[in-house]
């Protein structure tokens, strides 16, 4: 149980700490703002994990709140804002 609370709270502040530093607007309630922290997480950490070797990037990607897993958590989520204002850009 309280793995999936140390989940939601990571999610929120990474995903709402995202969309605040990510330029434009951004739709979505408080749900997305938690999910997409959550992907956020999962993304940043692997990819932290992977192309860094960082202990810090794995607690991010089980969830574990530490300043350095927050921090890989917001640049996956800000990650997935970008990708996600390519894929549903629409062609003029």
């Known amino acids: 149980m309280t793995n999936i609370i140390a989940w939601l ?3 929120l502040i990474a995903g709402a700490l995202a969309k605040l530093f990510y330029p434009g607007t951004q739709g979505g309630g408080i749900l997305s703002t938690i999910v997409l922290g959550i ?3 999962v993304v940043g950490g692997y990819l932290g994990q ?5 202990s810090s990037a794995a607690a991010a990607s089980v969830g574990a709140l530490s300043l350095g897993s927050i921090l890989f958590a917001v640049l996956g989520a800000m990650l997935l804002i970008f990708l ?3 894929l549903s850009r629409r062609a003029v």
């Not at 992977?50 to 960082?54: D, E, I, K, Q």
Request: charged share 0%; aromatic share 8%; hydrophobic share 65%.
């Open 9 to 11: 709270v990571l999610g």
């Open 39 to 41: 992907l956020g997480a």
């Open 50 to 54: 992977a192309l860094l070797g960082s």
């Open 84 to 86: 996600w204002g390519l």
